[in-house]
């Protein structure tokens, strides 16, 4: 009987120490979410015909353009007075009309990127049979 209390005793007390650990509080991970943008926004990359690229975000919502060419920003306000799209500011105009892309530095008039693009073929025209 000896024999057996002590191994006893030892299995009721490892018991009990691992049965009287209450689970550790787990490290609460607070990730805050990134507020959604609701603003309209619009990315295009434009290449030339010399391979030059031209990267433009415009924000319909707040009436704005970002222009990166040549690994310069530039910063500009939409003009509701011209046509199409077009955004300014002091001294650089973007313009979007007709397919046309044009940035130019206004107060030498120096055109820093120009795209004509072409219009989209359609199929062969076809024609009513009667």
Do not use: R, W
């Amino acid at each position: 009987m000896k024999k057996l209390l002590l191994p006893i005793l030892m299995g009721l007390a490892i018991f009990s120490s691992t049965a009287c650990k209450h689970p550790g509080k787990e490290a609460e991970t607070i990730t805050a979410a990134a507020p959604e943008s609701t603003d309209d926004v619009s990315k295009n990359v434009y290449v030339d015909s010399y391979g030059e690229k031209i990267e433009v975000t415009i924000n319909k919502t707040k009436n704005t353009a970002t222009i990166h060419l040549d690994g310069k920003t530039y910063d500009l306000k939409k003009s509701e007075a011209l046509p199409e799209y077009t955004a300014s500011n002091e001294e650089y105009q973007y313009s979007e009309i007709k397919g046309n892309v044009t940035f130019l530095k206004k107060n030498v008039d120096m055109v820093l990127f120009h795209l004509k693009q072409g219009k989209k073929e359609s199929g062969p025209a076809k024609m009513a049979s009667y």
